[in-house]
């Protein structure tokens, strides 16, 4: 399954696609399981990037009957720009961000660590 998702050119804030539009709360995303469906609305999406900077497809997973993004990173944005639950997408609630901060499974990080020796 994919969703797809970008960021609001007007303040950076991470939205979701849903059958043409943009909304603000990853549980409100359309969630496309062939890669057709997915790339044609990907393809639409910036084909009029006049909203959003550079729209992209994420892969989602089901966890506790609730779906979320497989990526560590992608969780993190869509829960919005504040790690502090009263602020944000957070303070709304809701089984969606529920599901976000719960979700178990196969999380992995999209991108290497570097590590730094110290002496």
Sequence with gaps: MKALTG?????GEAVFWSR???VP??????LF????GAEAAE???KSAQTVVVDPYLIDVIQSDGLWAPLSFRERIRALGPSNHPQHGKQALGGDDIAA????GGA???TGRVN???RK
């Design 115 to 117: 590590l730094i020796k």
């Design 107 to 109: 999380a992995r990080s």
């Design 100 to 103: 976000l901060k719960h979700a």
């Design 25 to 30: 709360r990853f549980g409100d995303a359309q």
């Design 43 to 45: 393809a639409s999406a």
């Design 33 to 36: 399981d062939d890669e057709v």
């Design 7 to 11: 960021n609001l050119l007007r303040d």
């Design 20 to 22: 043409g539009a943009w």
